[in-house]
């Protein structure tokens, strides 16, 4: 699947859609506990660091799924 017909798709998915409201559900919980494990006392510096990108890296997904979907659902109109 190209690029293009990624972000037709994901225009598709409003925000009532199940599918949308499912993916985002998934990847905000999974930023939520990579948070939550970097800011443990007990979490060593690298596994800290680690733990901390794979955070950024989820939120920047669901930044970018987002704004795939709003981009395309406003060029349709």
Same mark, same amino acid.
């Given at each position: 699947? #190209? $690029?293009?017909?990624?972000? &037709?798709?994901?225009?598709?998915? =409003?925000?009532?859609?199940?599918?949308?409201? /499912?993916? #985002?559900?998934? !990847? $905000?919980? +999974?930023? !939520?506990?990579?948070?939550?494990?970097? !800011?443990?006392?007990?979490? =060593? +510096?690298? +596994? &800290?660091?680690?733990?901390? +990108?794979?955070?950024?890296?989820? =939120?920047?997904?669901? &930044?970018?799924?987002? &704004?795939?979907?709003? $981009?395309? /659902?406003?060029?349709?109109?």
């Amino acid at each position: 699947m #190209d $690029e293009l017909s990624v972000r &037709r798709a994901l225009a598709n998915l =409003t925000d009532d859609s199940e599918v949308w409201q /499912a993916l #985002d559900h998934v !990847i $905000e919980d +999974g930023r !939520i506990n990579a948070t939550q494990v970097a !800011i443990d006392v007990d979490v =060593t +510096g690298e +596994g &800290r660091v680690w733990q901390c +990108g794979y955070a950024a890296a989820l =939120t920047d997904l669901q &930044r970018t799924l987002n &704004r795939y979907r709003h $981009e395309n /659902a406003n060029a349709k109109n």
